[in-house]
């Protein structure tokens, strides 16, 4: 170990320490002066002008990405739906389930499709708030009706018609599913409402709600008497106090993902806001979790196909989207992934495969179960900005 | 990483060269330079320069409709406004996992330099085994020990140390053992370093000289490791006040960190002003502490 540097030390500064200084400078200004440099412009593209020549005539090709567990699995005695698709198409699919959350798939991809540039595949997997997003920004491309009649003709009624694509024109819902409340029955009676999860003393510490914003405060627009499909600030601002009420005394204990499930069958929670296929799934393993439709209503979502601005293969993309909704094979991928179908007819093939998911409302919910469904308000990126920081902020505590 | 710039700017002390050098001599250094500079510059320099813009952006812009450099210093003061509790929790949170880190680290560094024998390469090698586990995998795995049923916290309950219906999980307890768990091999490893380079035969001198051996511990065996409490406490520190897994799976919305509420002003609120400027301020929080924590321990040139 070397003794320290007093070369300086004498009185007056030293060549050195001015050099020193003169570096600090320079630097300082030279930082000033690039800092501008690195701006960012609109992201806004336009899809009439940003796409690709479709090769899809000669490269029998196709790239999805989807979420995780989200499509039937291919076993050694049965083919998968994905199997039959290349089979029956001669296209061979680049399958990926990279997709696990939509705003982190939205950072992961906000630089190409901004810029109009490729992002390598030709079918993303987007929720409903998310897909209505980036139909705005211009980065999907219109999928042509002409090539995806069972679209139209099969898509079942509810989600027809969403205010962000009235005509289906840009995307086709792969998966839909509700959202409610899920409880243990194991060490709960049952929970009627949103209202007395959010308030009951008996399950204080024992709920968790989740950390989507649109889904929470859907309900807690419900609770205050608002309209989640036409709410004004000052509701919202009631809304969000009423969760920050709950939170502040300890109500609510996390706001999660997935992983709320759990936390609900080890116990640590009793109750908690909660998606139907998950809830599903669940049973299997523990069947005293239970799904119930609150008094507020459900929420009814779905994650939609999307073909992105420079995909290559759109024509292929354009002959899953038919193949998906043809009722028999959507029955094959129900009868494995457990959401709402969202094809017209599949239910009548269902009772080949598994009659015993015929009757169930988390798969084939009635017209009646349909009726008290909303949906979340379509949100400019102003609100959307204001709405999501300060539903963080509250989450936060 | 800033422990990084304090070695470099410390490792830089000129040592007398007896030998005289060619220009061509001289050269071989910068060039030697090169490639770490290269990386500094694309994958640090530039970055942070982003960082720094992002943060003076106008507020008033978007991700989608681009944003105007404003110099917009206001971004700071409003960001130190709205979050200061989840920033001085984290700070709190990172010292107090950094103390018990020490302890818990101190003893079990000194027993496997001093104690351990012929064990000591398989002690080591166990300190770094869980880091053959994903950190993700095994924060949730603390999950499934705490839980409100598990077996912890039914012995706690019967010892009467939490009420009938206390818990753990959701709590800072679980959150503060989270990060003393992830981060306890970074104190472990360089405190044993330290330790171990202790000539043995200093402590031996020292019962010579008739001290007890708790004052031979404090005059001789704790100066001689301080390189290895410094480097310990900076690498434990500088990333468990930053953290987000821990806060995010082991706790509640009371006890977010301020790792968390950047990663949700960046993907969920889009409100990149806000989350530059937030991450900016505890860059340079932290290197303020560091630099005055390394000033103070005068081990400037220990590390």
Not at chain 1, 187 to 200: D, N, R
Not at chain 1, 372 to 378: A, K, P, S
Not at chain 2, 22 to 41: C, M, N, V
Not at chain 2, 87 to 98: D, E, K, N, P, Q
Request: proline share 5%.
């Amino acid at each position: 170990m070397v003794g320290r540097n007093t070369g300086s030390a004498g009185a007056g500064p030293s060549r050195r320490t001015f050099l020193k200084a003169g570096g600090v400078a320079a630097f300082g200004v030279g930082s000033l002066a690039v800092l501008p440099l690195f701006g960012s412009p609109s992201q806004v593209q336009d899809p009439a002008k940003c796409f690709a020549d479709d090769l899809s005539s000669t490269q029998k090709k196709l790239v999805v990405s989807n979420w995780p567990a989200y499509i039937d699995p291919a076993t050694k005695k049965q083919k998968n739906t994905l199997q039959d698709f290349e089979a029956a198409t001669g296209v061979s699919v680049d399958y990926t389930d990279d997709v696990s959350d939509n705003a982190e798939f939205f950072a992961k991809v906000r630089n190409q499709l901004g810029g109009c540039e490729p992002i390598g595949r030709d079918l993303m997997v987007l929720t409903d708030w998310m897909a209505a997003k980036m139909i705005g920004l211009g980065w999907v491309q219109p999928i042509d009706a002409d090539k995806v009649p069972n679209l139209h003709k099969n898509l079942i009624k509810p989600l027809q018609g969403r205010s962000w694509d009235k005509d289906r024109n840009f995307s086709a819902p792969w998966q839909s599913g509700l959202t409610g409340i899920a409880y243990n029955s194991k060490l709960i009676k049952g929970v009627g409402s949103f209202q007395e999860l959010i308030t009951k003393p008996e399950l204080k510490g024992k709920i968790t709600l989740l950390s989507e914003m649109r889904d929470t405060m859907a309900f807690m627009l419900k609770v205050v008497g608002a309209d989640p499909d036409k709410f004004t600030d000052a509701e919202w601002e009631k809304a969000i106090e009423e969760l920050h009420k709950a939170v502040r005394a300890g109500q609510v204990r996390a706001f999660t993902g997935n992983e709320y499930i759990q936390d609900l069958t080890a116990g640590n929670i009793v109750a908690c806001e909660a998606w139907s296929g998950d809830v599903i799934q669940a049973q299997y393993d523990n069947p005293n979790i239970k799904f119930v439709v609150p008094e507020e209503g459900l929420s009814l979502w779905s994650d939609n196909m999307l073909v992105p601005n420079k995909a290559t293969h759109e024509g292929n993309a354009e002959k899953w989207i038919d193949y998906y909704y043809e009722p028999e094979v959507a029955a094959k991928l129900a009868a494995w992934v457990n959401y709402i179908c969202p094809v017209e007819g599949a239910r009548d093939e269902m009772v080949k495969i598994d009659d015993t998911l015929v009757d169930n409302p988390l798969i084939f919910p009635s017209e009646e179960d349909l009726k008290n469904t909303f949906d979340f308000m379509v949100l400019d990126e102003k609100q959307s900005q204001k709405y999501e920081g300060e539903f963080s902020d509250v989450t936060g505590g | 990483m800033t422990a990084a710039v304090v070695a470099e700017t410390t490792g830089a002390s000129p040592h007398p060269e007896p030998q005289e050098h060619s220009p061509k001599r001289k050269l071989t250094g910068y060039w030697l330079l090169l490639p770490g500079g290269l990386w500094l510059i694309v994958f640090f320099v530039l970055p942070l320069y982003s960082l720094v813009a992002t943060s003076l952006y106008d507020p008033d812009g978007s991700v989608l409709q681009g944003y105007d450099m404003t110099w917009a210093f206001s971004n700071y003061w409003h960001a130190l406004q709205d979050y200061w509790s989840p920033l001085v929790r984290s700070l709190v949170y990172g010292a107090v996992a950094t103390f018990i880190c020490l302890v818990l680290g101190y003893l079990l560094a000194y027993a496997i330099a001093f104690k351990s024998g012929r064990w000591k390469n398989l002690m080591l090698v166990l300190v770094i085994a869980p880091f053959f586990t994903s950190f993700l995998v095994r924060t949730l795995s603390w999950k499934l020990l705490l839980r409100d049923d598990g077996f912890i916290v039914n012995t706690l309950q019967f010892l009467h140390i939490v009420g009938a219906d206390g818990r753990l999980l959701a709590t800072p307890v679980a959150v503060i053992a989270g990060l003393v768990y992830n981060f306890l091999p970074f104190m472990v490893l360089p405190l044993f370093a330290s330790i171990d380079k202790i000539d043995h035969r200093l402590i031996e001198a020292s019962s010579d000289l008739y001290s007890r051996p708790a004052v031979g511990f404090f005059k001789v065996t704790w100066p001689l490791s301080l390189p290895g409490v410094v480097s310990g406490t900076l690498l434990t520190f500088i990333p468990a006040v930053g953290d987000y897994i821990n806060a995010q799976l082991l706790g509640s919305p009371k006890q977010r960190m301020i790792g968390n509420v950047i990663q949700d002003l960046f993907t969920k609120a889009n409100d990149y002003p806000a989350a530059g400027a937030l991450s900016v301020i505890l860059m340079l929080l932290i290197l303020v502490m560091v630099l005055f924590y390394v000033r103070r321990a005068g081990t400037e040139d220990l590390l």
